[in-house]
T-cell receptor, first 112, second 113 residues
């Protein structure tokens, strides 16, 4: 079992829909990242959070440390939101201290 | 600031050839990383560096080497390329290792045939 699991792996939506991508992890963490990767493009950090909720434009990220779960929400989705969304966690201890462990990514396609 | 730059963007290698993937950052970050991304898999850490002259292995270091002679540069060397090294390679940097945002380069798509 991977230390970081994302669901769904693939997501198709119509423009304007509310989208949720989930991330569950099994290790202690110091922070969690949500990253965006456009086709053929590089990787951009959207959020880094260790508690609560963050909002940037139409994007909202939440984290529940007790349940080891985070969600990324996109409100009023748009075709330009089509990308791969990646969850990554900073391990809190042991030999992996501070390194990022990545989920497999969620491929989002938003149709006009 | 250019951020993190990588060269080349694309490369095709024959089995057994060697090459160096270049990575440079202009943010004066001490921490730098090399990842590979394979289809359907999460990014895997190859090597990382906590400062000039200091490097360490990540999850998948076999077949690769790194050096860090300056704060800015962190090249990744592939010796005796194998088809299993076909992947997209990303370099990243951060101010500190834990709980800080990592900045990624645009990636290098490598095919070994």
């Amino acid at each position: 079992k991977n230390e970081v699991e994302q669901s769904p792996q693939n997501l198709t939506a119509q423009e304007g829909e509310f989208i949720t991508i989930n991330c569950s992890y099994s290790v202690g963490i110091s922070a969690l990242h949500w990253l965006q990767q456009h086709p053929g493009g590089g990787i951009v950090s959207l959020f880094m959070l260790s508690s609560g909720k963050k909002k940037h434009g139409r994007l909202i990220a939440t984290i529940n440390i007790q349940e080891k779960h985070s969600s990324l929400h996109i409100t009023a989705s748009h075709p330009r939101d089509s990308a791969v969304y990646i969850c990554a966690v900073h391990n809190a201890g042991g030999t992996s201290y501070g390194k990022l462990t990545f989920g497999q990514g969620t491929i989002l396609t938003v149709h006009p | 600031n250019a951020g993190v730059t990588q060269t080349p963007k694309f490369r095709i290698l024959k089995i057994g050839q060697s090459m160096t993937l270049q990575c440079t950052q202009d943010m004066n970050h001490n921490y730098m990383y090399w990842y590979r991304q394979d289809p359907g898999m999460g990014l895997k850490l190859i090597y990382y560096s906590v400062g000039a002259g200091i490097t360490d292995k990540g999850e998948v270091p076999n077949g690769y080497n790194v050096s860090r002679s300056t704060t800015e540069d962190f090249p990744l060397r592939l010796e005796l390329a194998a088809p299993s090294q076909t992947s997209v390679y990303f370099c990243a940097s951060s101010y500190e290792q834990r709980a800080y945002e990592q900045y990624f380069g645009p990636g290098t798509r490598l095919t070994v045939t």
